[in-house]
């Protein structure tokens, strides 16, 4: 073999191993460019991944604040019609109060009037118990009366009794004298007759 034939052949052996690098150098970067994208598809899978559950998740959120915002008005209006039930109690409570007020008014004068009532009963009632005590007195002094009318009625029946025994006493002296007359007349008249025998 010639010196020629060998430093070409050796330029051909370098040129290959040269190649052989350059290949290897490129599978190398290629292996890692495919890795390289491999883990950018896998990020790029999980980052679409967790967009669709912050998706899910903010459409989840956005119906829970359409409910929650349907809840407040809701419970806005029944705050309100709380709000007006209890101005309509408030308002029904203070005329109830003006109404008690006003019973209680009455009451008390009721009971004032009841109170001079009762002083002009116990008046009246002290009134009667001096009339009552008159009227006993009346009474009492009646009776005596009665029983003196009925002792000067016994006592004119008894007068009656003797001015009755009396007048037929007077009745029978009457007689007698009228009798005595008579008898004397008669006694005169036989008396005359005699003399004029």
């Known amino acids: 073999m010639h010196q020629g034939d060998d430093v070409t052949s050796q330029t051909g052996r370098q040129q290959s191993t040269d ?74 409570a203070q005329q109830a109060l003006n109404q008690l007020q006003q019973a209680q008014a009455q009451a008390q004068q009721a009971q004032n009037e009841a109170q001079q009532a009762n002083q002009r009963a116990q008046l009246a009632q002290g009134q009667v118990q001096q009339v009552q ?30 001015s009755q025994q009396a007048e037929d006493q007077a009745q029978q002296a009457h007689n007698h004298a009228h009798q005595a007359l008579t008898d004397a007349g008669q006694i005169r008249t036989t008396a005359r007759q005699l003399q004029r025998a």
């Open 133 to 162: 005590s008159q009227v006993q007195q009346a009474q009492n002094e009646a009776q005596q009366a009665n029983q003196r009318a009925q002792g000067a009625q016994e006592r004119a029946d008894q007068a009656n009794q003797q």
């Open 19 to 92: 190649e052989g690098v350059q290949s290897q150098r490129y599978q190398d970067e290629r292996a890692l460019v495919d890795l390289t994208v491999s883990e950018l598809q896998r990020d790029l899978q999980r980052v679409e991944d967790q967009t669709r559950i912050a998706q899910q998740d903010a459409n989840n959120s956005r119906q829970g604040a359409q409910q929650a915002r349907s809840s407040a008005q809701q419970a806005q209006i029944q705050a309100r019609q709380a709000q007006n039930q209890a101005q309509q109690a408030q308002s029904q």
